[in-house]
């Protein structure tokens, strides 16, 4: 007890957990306010349901957890990717809840062209190799579509570059899809342009058009870097109208330029592209339409020249009509004749066939066997199949009788009984394990209750109000208590207040506390 009672007058300051965490979160912010930390992104899955965005940055020896909050996500020009080697700027804290450290970042900006190229060259391997830049797979452009839709910023001159110029060489309708073409959210934009384009009905109130003209003007590596956005690649590969490409200059080149189904040097390029010269197309349809006119005449006449040659060689129409009026006149000649034979012959038949009355009796008499016979083998066949249905009605009945049914009904009592017992059985078990479950918890209650605590010597010590006092601290002179033993309670009163040291940990159900100079009753 000696030992015990110097141990807690030492003078060594003894600190809570909380009051450690928030010196280490001073210090460290204090010290570390503003940081630029390079390493390559570790873990990052995209911005979480909150908007927030947790990952780390690593090097070969060190990893460092980062977390960028849903405010400056938005203002970030590109968007972060898993192993993409950036420069973050910001400021390092703790979290206390974990005991670790972490960057908040306020700036995110690749580390160089050189990193960023790398990732376009993977981004490019990946896409190849499934064949997106296959030029078996890209489609022919129409030759004169009726709808153009361009994907583009609607402020900028690249927009009334391509109007003008389509306006210039062919009038048509231009549906202008307007996305941010710089940025984080330029990728994503473009993507939704391209798939709404797509999603449109040929027969809808916004006809679909039947070509695509994505367009940018020119810039750097990072102003071009939202047309290298995979998902965007892909949508323009899986799109069913066909794609221009007219981002940057001729110089620049991006995945859009290698998926899509034509790359134009220009945005200007990617208009005349689209769409020819009308002035040419009149000409050429003029010009074809003499041609086709100067081809009918000619076709016309030489068929009228065939025709006249073909009528001078037929013969004239009493020529072809002299045989067939000779042989209607003989025809004519011989009708009257063959008439008067014909009606002789059929006069002379009539009269060789004699009507009389035992002809007519022989008739009847043969209909009359004839019906005899009928009924007679009607009658045989009738009674045949009453004496057919009667046996098999006969066999039938022998084979009905209760006896089946009586077995099936005693199998079945037999089967419900056993069930019965089951059911007896399993009921008896369930409330014995029950029963066995219920001993259990009232076991665990009691080892878990407050009571055992209290037989074991202790006392629950409550100020007038019945709230518990976890602390001599919290005891003030003359204050009314209730001790509650484990047998029953006991009303006390304080004499004296405690003294009140620094805070040392101590369980809060105990009557007397060491190094506690006053006596609680």
């Known amino acids: ?63 460092l ?32 809840g974990k005991s670790n450290y972490q960057i908040v970042i306020d700036n995110l900006e690749p580390a160089g062209a050189g990193a960023l190229m790398a990732l376009l060259e993977e981004r490019k391997r990946r896409l190849q190799a499934e064949g997106l830049f296959d030029a078996g ?24 570059d391509i109007i003008h110029r389509i306006k210039d060489r062919f009038p048509l309708h231009v549906l202008v899809w307007p996305v941010r073409v710089q940025g984080e959210t330029s ?94 197309l009149e000409a050429t349809l003029a010009s074809l339409g003499a041609r086709l006119k100067a081809a009918v005449l000619r076709n016309f006449e030489r068929k009228r020249q065939a025709a006249r040659a073909a009528a001078r060689a037929l013969p004239s129409p009493d020529q072809l009509l002299a045989l067939p009026r000779r042989r209607l006149d003989e025809a004519t000649s011989r009708l009257g ?7 002789d012959r059929k006069r002379a038949r009539l009269q060789g066939q004699r009507l009389t009355p035992a002809t007519l009796s022989r008739r009847m008499n043969e209909a009359r066997t004839l019906t005899g016979r009928d009924l007679a083998r009607a009658q045989a066949a009738f009674f045949a199949i009453v004496r057919e249905r009667r046996a098999r009605f006969a066999r039938t009945a022998t084979r009905l009788s209760p006896a089946p049914i009586a077995r099936r009904q005693k199998l079945q009592a037999d089967t419900l009984a056993a069930l019965a017992r089951r059911q007896d059985r399993v009921i008896s078990l369930r409330l014995e ?23 074991r010597g202790f006392a629950l010590v409550k100020d007038a109000d019945g709230a518990v006092i976890k602390q001599a601290a919290d005891v003030a002179s003359g204050m009314a208590l209730s001790l509650e033993f484990a047998d029953g309670t006991a009303d006390a009163v304080a004499t004296s207040g405690a003294a009140r040291p620094k805070p040392v940990a ?3 159900t105990k009557t007397k506390e060491p190094g506690n100079q006053g006596s609680l009753f």
Do not use: C
Request: glycine share 10%; net charge positive; aromatic share 6%.
């Open 1 to 63: 007890m000696s030992e015990a009672a110097s141990e807690s007058r030492t003078n060594a300051t003894e600190y809570t957990v909380s009051e450690i965490s928030g010196a280490l979160k001073r210090t460290v912010e204090d010290v570390f306010g503003n940081v630029r930390v390079r390493g390559e992104i570790s873990g990052y899955r995209g911005p979480h349901s909150s908007g927030h965005a947790y990952f780390a940055l690593k090097d070969d020896r060190a990893r």
């Open 137 to 160: 797979r890209k489609r022919r452009l129409p030759f004169m579509p009726r709808v153009i839709g361009v994907v583009t910023s609607p402020t900028g001159s690249v927009i009334r």
């Open 506 to 508: 101590r369980p809060a």
């Open 65 to 96: 957890d980062a977390v960028v909050w849903k405010g400056t996500m938005s203002r970030l020009k590109f968007r972060p990717e898993e192993g993409m080697e950036v420069i973050a700027t910001g400021k390092l804290t703790t979290y206390p």
């Open 337 to 343: 004749r063959g008439l008067s034979v014909s009606v």
């Open 187 to 280: 990728g994503v934009e473009v993507t939704n342009a391209v798939t709404g384009f797509n999603a449109l009905a040929w027969d809808g109130s916004i006809q679909r058009p039947d070509l695509l003209i994505v367009a940018r003007g020119g810039g750097s590596l990072e102003d071009l870097w939202g047309f290298n956005d995979e998902a965007l690649a892909r949508a323009v590969a899986a799109s069913g109208i066909p794609v221009i490409s007219a981002v940057g200059h001729e110089t620049d080149w991006t995945l859009i330029d290698l998926v899509a189904d034509v790359r134009a040097p220009t945005p200007t390029g990617a208009a005349e592209i689209a769409v020819p010269v009308k002035a040419d």
């Open 433 to 455: 394990r029950l029963r066995g479950q219920l001993s259990q918890a009232e076991r665990l209650l009691t080892t878990l209750s407050h009571k055992a605590v209290l037989a």
